[in-house]
């Protein structure tokens, strides 16, 4: 069995030891510099013509292709609206009970 005194220093040491490591951090933050140019890459010499990677086409054609699906779908959508379903309603009831529901003005004589 340890002595009282060694268990002290060997809980204060292993205390010590645990406050000084940094478990999660991996040591300091590491980031691209700021650089000055566009995305971080450098101007081509004149002549050169930038090489696309593979990722960028797949990219643009999934970013541009679902925003115009998202807008014909959003013009398609149908009109589930509360006035719309009221106006359809009330069309309905008058035209059960023999109302007209749209205006038609009564022809008067001109002056």
Known sequence: MLHSSQAVRLSARAGA??????FA???APQFN??????FG????????????ESWENIWYFGMFGSMAFAMVMLY???DNS???WALHEAKERMEARGEIYRY???SSPSS
Do not use: D, F, I, N
């Not at 030891?17 to 940094?22: F, K, M, N, P, Y």
């Not at 510099?33 to 566009?38: A, D, K, R, T």
């Open 76 to 78: 398609y959508k149908p």
């Open 82 to 84: 509360v006035e719309s």
């Open 17 to 22: 030891q645990l406050r000084g490591r940094r």
């Open 104 to 106: 038609s003005p009564s």
């Open 33 to 38: 510099e700021p650089s000055g140019w566009l």
């Open 41 to 52: 890459e450098k101007p081509l010499p004149p002549g050169q013509k930038r090489v696309k």
């Open 25 to 27: 951090s991996h040591g």
